[in-house]
Each structure stands twice: as C-alpha cells, then as structure tokens.
C-alpha cells in the first residue's frame, strides 16, 4: 500500500512503543495486539505482511493516517529548535496503540531505560503470552490483566524490580472495572490524566505517555529526563525549572499538538545521533 510521509524508523524507534524490531533486511517485526507483523518500506510504498486480515484498516487506525500530519507540523513549528526537528525527523507519526499493553508499559518504565523496558515487557510476553509466527519471526502477545493475576508467581519472576507490585495493582483495577479504559479514554485530556493518576505508580509522566500514545489526546506533554534536559536547555537557558513548569509552558507555547512537538524534540536531540546510527541506517530502514 502507498503511505506518504510516514518513516517507520523514526515513527517504531523514537520511543513511543517497545514492541518493534529492526531485522538484517532493516524491515520491522512486531506483535500488535493479538496479530503479528513484518512491515517493509520503500520509500512511499509499504508491504505488510501480518495475521491480521484487513491490514490497510489496521494501518489507517495503528499509525492514525487520518490526521493531517502536515497542518500539525505547521502548527507546532515555532522556532529554530523545533523547526529543524521536524525537518531532521519527517514522517514520525505519534501511534495509536492498545490502553492496557500501553499502560502496562510505561508503569515499568519508571526509572528505566529502554533497553530494560524492553526486556521486561518482552519476559512478561513470552511466559504469559501467545506465540504469533510470520515468515519466520516468532513473538508472544502482551498478557492481559487477568492473565497477569492468575500467574503472579511468574510476574515476580520477571524481574521487574519495585515495578511488579504496581503492574499486579493496575491489573486488579482493570479487571475489577475500578479503572476502565475505554471510559477514560472519552473524557477531556485533563479528567482522564486524572482518572489515569488514581493508579498505583502512575504519575503524570506516565498518565500523559498513556493519553498520549494510547488516546491520540495530543496536549499531552510527557515530560522524563531527557525532554526536561532538552526544553531547559532550549527554553529556559538551562535554569531549574520543575516538570510542571515544562508541562505548562509546552502546552501554552506549542498549542493543542504540544505532544507532536514533544515526540520530535525527543527524536531529534536523542534518537538521531546515538551509537551506531547513521543517516545510511535510516535511508536503510526507510527503503531509500
């Protein structure tokens, strides 16, 4: 199918997920929900090969190619510092992914990195989840809250650290219907971070990568340790300054799509120049 101005690079790698894997052939292998998936990209063209049936649906709603990205970037470009994030980062679309598996994710990136994120949510995935094989590529689904209950002894063996009390009580929100996602992702961008917030472990960093990342509500302005070092350093000539501070002042600066700009900023000043990545690595990924 033909996609124009989407980069699975920037879009898969950026942070956002932490179910996609770059192969030899630079394509992408992922499980998205119950479905497996090698997507191939050659420049505008994209071959998807997945469990699922109808993959151009799944796409239009995964990679939310009903927003005009475009008028988005318009709207976000600023200044200098943003302005040459969007043109270093074009095509990264902020995903539309599944609540639980996204909640479930950011709970165990407190005080993490992403390679450990990563391996956590991959161990839950492969003792708790289904096996799902494409071409050659095998993966386990994200397990489900009462999948996560009824095998509590296997999550503690996860090595999740302080993160495995706070993963178990979230599921027992959501199966108790205590916390349902489905309400929460109706309600105005600040009732739901704060519905989000009534979880155990869930702050407002981790509220707003789920409204974010999950809702498609895009005032959402996540703020971790790399973005306070990125917006002090641009905005705030590297005064302290808290993450409230940043929050508020992103989404009165950038406007409504204050999350667009966050993802760019964070891709540009961390993701484009790190170890082992060049521009013949993402020309590469990109089927250039």
Same mark, same amino acid.
């Given at each position: 199918?033909?996609?124009?101005? &989407?980069?699975?690079?920037?879009?898969?790698?950026?942070?956002?997920?932490? =179910?996609?894997?770059?192969?030899?052939?630079?394509?992408?292998?992922?499980?998205?929900?119950? *479905?497996?998936?090698?997507?191939?990209?050659?420049? *505008?063209?994209?071959?998807?090969?997945?469990?699922?049936?109808?993959?151009?649906?799944?796409?239009?709603?995964?990679?939310?190619?009903?927003?005009?990205?475009?008028?988005?970037?318009?709207?976000?470009?600023?200044?200098?510092?943003?302005?040459?994030?969007?043109?270093?980062?074009?095509? +990264?679309?902020?995903? #539309?992914?599944?609540?639980?598996?996204? +909640?479930?994710?950011?709970?165990?990136?407190?005080?993490?990195?992403?390679?450990?994120?990563?391996?956590?949510?991959? *161990? /839950?995935?492969?003792?708790?989840?289904?096996? #799902?094989?494409?071409?050659?590529?095998?993966?386990?689904?994200?397990?489900?809250?009462?999948?996560?209950?009824?095998?509590?002894?296997?999550?503690?063996?996860? =090595? &999740?650290?302080?993160?495995?009390?706070?993963?178990?009580?979230?599921?027992?929100?959501?199966?108790?219907?205590?916390?349902?996602?489905?309400?929460?992702?109706? +309600?105005?961008?600040?009732?739901?971070?704060?519905? &989000? @917030?009534?979880?155990?472990?869930?702050?407002?960093?981790?509220?707003?990568?789920?409204?974010?990342?999950?809702?498609?509500?895009?005032?959402?302005?996540?703020?971790?340790?790399?973005?306070? #070092?990125?917006?002090?350093? &641009?905005?705030?000539?590297?005064?302290?300054?808290?993450? #409230?501070?940043?929050?508020?002042?992103? @989404?009165?600066?950038?406007?409504?799509?204050?999350?667009?700009?966050?993802?760019? /900023?964070?891709?540009?000043? =961390?993701?484009?120049?790190?170890?082992?990545?060049?521009?013949?690595?993402?020309?590469?990924?990109?089927?250039?």
């Amino acid at each position: 199918m033909e996609i124009n101005n &989407l980069s699975l690079y920037y879009t898969l790698e950026c942070g956002q997920t932490f =179910r996609w894997r770059r192969t030899s052939d630079c394509s992408y292998f992922g499980i998205v929900e119950e *479905n497996a998936f090698i997507i191939r990209q050659h420049g *505008n063209i994209f071959e998807i090969t997945s469990t699922e049936s109808d993959v151009e649906e799944w796409a239009r709603r995964y990679f939310a190619l009903d927003i005009d990205l475009n008028n988005i970037l318009l709207e976000i470009d600023r200044d200098e510092h943003i302005h040459k994030a969007i043109k270093s980062c074009r095509g +990264l679309h902020i995903l #539309r992914q599944e609540a639980w598996e996204t +909640l479930a994710s950011y709970i165990l990136s407190a005080n993490n990195n992403i390679p450990n994120i990563k391996r956590m949510v991959e *161990n /839950l995935s492969q003792r708790l989840g289904e096996r #799902r094989e494409i071409e050659g590529y095998s993966g386990f689904t994200f397990p489900s809250p009462s999948a996560i209950l009824k095998n509590k002894d296997i999550v503690n063996k996860c =090595r &999740l650290g302080f993160r495995c009390d706070y993963l178990i009580k979230a599921a027992e929100m959501i199966r108790e219907e205590r916390i349902e996602l489905v309400k929460i992702s109706r +309600l105005s961008y600040e009732e739901c971070r704060e519905e &989000l @917030m009534k979880i155990m472990g869930v702050g407002g960093k981790i509220a707003d990568c789920v409204a974010l990342f999950s809702f498609g509500m895009y005032e959402a302005f996540p703020v971790d340790v790399w973005i306070r #070092r990125i917006i002090r350093n &641009l905005y705030f000539s590297n005064n302290k300054v808290s993450n #409230r501070e940043i929050r508020h002042f992103a @989404m009165r600066y950038f406007g409504r799509y204050c999350g667009y700009a966050q993802e760019y /900023l964070y891709c540009h000043y =961390r993701l484009n120049k790190p170890e082992g990545i060049t521009s013949q690595t993402v020309e590469q990924a990109q089927g250039i």
